[in-house]
């Protein structure tokens, strides 16, 4: 079993900044290419970003390029995304996942995801 506990969400105006952390556990994590992906209500989970094991590759969501980035710390069990000049659009839960498949490529599907966290909340004002 795996464990992903997400932090850093908030409420902040537009043109704002947050940084979001996913603390991993249970497995070894450097083993998991890891994403993030975010719902809002009444919408689809949707892909927004993901980052190879060795945090070489990464995927962006075309609409956040520029403004997000995807990072981890495989020493410190961490996966972070830096979230900067927010819009009302990027309102949402956003969740981490792991896919531990072995794949080294990051998946944009859900589906390819094994673990997943909780989610943190991401409000931005206008």
């Known amino acids: 079993q795996v464990q992903l506990v997400e932090s850093g969400g908030g409420l902040v105006q537009a043109g704002g900044s947050l940084t979001l952390s996913c603390a991993a556990s249970?497995?070894?994590?450097?083993?998991?290419?890891m994403g993030w992906f975010r719902q809002a209500p009444g919408k689809e989970r949707e892909f927004v970003a993901a980052?190879?094991?060795?945090?070489?590759?990464?995927s962006l969501l075309d609409s956040v390029k520029g403004r997000f980035t995807i990072s981890r710390d495989n020493a410190k069990n961490t996966l972070y995304l830096q979230v900067n000049s927010l819009k009302p659009e990027d309102t949402a839960v956003y969740y981490c996942?792991?896919?531990?498949?072995?794949?080294?490529?990051?998946?944009?599907?859900?589906?390819?995801?094994?673990?997943w966290g909780q989610g943190t909340q991401v409000t931005v004002s206008s």
């Open positions: 249970g497995r070894t994590f450097s083993r998991a290419a």
């Open positions: 980052i190879s094991r060795n945090g070489v590759t990464k």
């Open positions: 996942a792991a896919d531990f498949g072995g794949t080294y490529l990051p998946s944009r599907k859900p589906t390819e995801y094994d673990y």
